[in-house]
C-alpha cells in the first residue's frame, strides 16, 4: 500500500513515522507551508496518481478541492481534516457517484473509537435502569483552545442516541439545576493532560465510570491507517463508525 500524506503538520509527521514502521512505503508528502525536508510537493503532483491512498489532515481551506482531486485520480481517502462538515451532504453526494471511496472522522484514535463503541453497548443497558443519571466530564492541558472537547461532544451525542430520558446536551456551568433531560457536559484544563473522557452512571447507591485516557497522539496515526487499509477496494463514502461495525460486527 503506496501512501500518500497530504497535511505535514505533527499528525502527518505521525502517519509517515507509524507508516514506514509497517513497511508502507510513502513517496508523496504534500504541503503548502511545511519547510520539512520530508515534503515532496507543495500541491498534489501527477506523480500522485501512483498513490494506493491518500490520508488527508490538511485544512478546511483546502480539503474540500482535495477530495475533488482524489476523486478525479480515482485514488480513496482517509479524511482526518476538520471544519467542513456543512458541506458533508455534498461531499456524500458526489463521492457515492464516483468510482472510489472516502472515510471520514473527526477523531480517528482507536483507542476512543473502542471507547465510543463500549459507550454505545453501555448506553442501552443503563437505558434500562434510568434511575442511574449520567454525566461526561473530561480533563486536558492548558493550552487546549475549545471547552468542551470534540471528542466530549461526540460522546454526548452518542448517549442521546441510545438513552431514552435524555435529550439535550448542556455544556459548561449550567447555572442552575439541571432538568431531568439534560445531559450535562464539563470540563477542566490544566498542566499538561494529553486527554481524560469520563461518561458517569450515577445513582443514589452507587457510581459506574467509563473513562478513556490518551497517552500520546500515535494512536491517532493507528487509526488512520487502520482506515486506509480498511478504504482501499471500497468504494462509496463512510465515517469511521461504518469501519467499527464492519470489524468487531453489529
Do not use: C
Given at each position: 500500500m503506496r501512501i500518500g500524506v497530504v497535511g505535514y503538520g505533527k499528525m502527518g509527521v505521525l502517519i509517515r513515522n507509524k507508516a514506514l514502521s509497517k513497511g508502507y512505503p510513502v513517496p508523496v508528502i504534500v504541503d503548502p507551508f511545511s519547510p520539512a525536508k520530508e515534503v515532496t510537493d507543495r500541491n498534489l503532483p501527477p506523480s500522485a496518481r501512483d498513490i494506493d491512498v491518500f490520508i488527508d489532515f490538511s485544512s478546511p481551506e483546502v480539503v474540500l478541492d482535495n477530495?475533488?482531486?482524489?476523486?478525479?485520480?480515482?485514488?480513496?481517502?482517509?479524511?482526518?481534516?476538520?471544519?467542513?462538515?456543512?458541506?458533508?451532504?455534498?461531499?456524500?453526494?458526489?463521492?457515492?457517484?464516483?468510482?472510489?471511496?472516502?472515510?471520514?472522522?473527526a477523531n480517528f484514535s482507536l483507542g476512543v473509537n473502542l471507547f465510543f463503541y463500549l459507550l454505545k453497548t453501555a448506553g442501552r443497558v443503563m437505558n434500562r435502569f434510568p434511575q442511574y443519571d449520567v454525566m461526561i466530564h473530561e480533563y486536558h492541558h492548558r493550552h487546549k483552545a475549545e471547552s468542551p472537547s470534540g471528542t466530549a461532544e461526540m460522546i454526548?451525542?452518542?448517549?442521546?442516541?441510545?438513552?431514552?430520558?435524555?435529550?439535550?446536551?448542556?455544556?459548561?456551568?449550567?447555572?442552575?439545576?439541571?432538568?431531568?433531560?439534560?445531559?450535562?457536559?464539563?470540563?477542566?484544563?490544566?498542566?499538561?493532560?494529553?486527554?481524560?473522557?469520563?461518561?458517569?452512571?450515577?445513582?443514589?447507591?452507587?457510581?459506574?465510570?467509563?473513562?478513556?485516557?490518551?497517552?500520546?497522539?500515535?494512536?491517532f496515526a493507528e487509526g488512520a491507517l487502520l482506515a486506509a487499509e480498511w478504504i482501499c477496494g471500497r468504494k462509496g463514502f463512510y465515517c469511521i463508525d461504518d469501519m467499527m461495525h464492519s470489524i468487531i460486527g453489529r
Open positions: 477530495i475533488q482531486q482524489y476523486q478525479e485520480m480515482d485514488i480513496p481517502a482517509v479524511i482526518g481534516t476538520t471544519g467542513w462538515y456543512e458541506k458533508m451532504n455534498q461531499v456524500a453526494e458526489t463521492v457515492e457517484n464516483s468510482s472510489t471511496g472516502l472515510i471520514w472522522s454526548g451525542s452518542i448517549l442521546l442516541d441510545v438513552l431514552d430520558h435524555k435529550q439535550k446536551k448542556v455544556t459548561g456551568n449550567p447555572g442552575g439545576k439541571l432538568e431531568e433531560s439534560e445531559l450535562h457536559i464539563s470540563s477542566t484544563r490544566g498542566g499538561s493532560i494529553p486527554g481524560t473522557h469520563q461518561v458517569i452512571f450515577d445513582s443514589d447507591v452507587d457510581t459506574i465510570v467509563f473513562e478513556h485516557t490518551t497517552r500520546d497522539r500515535s494512536g
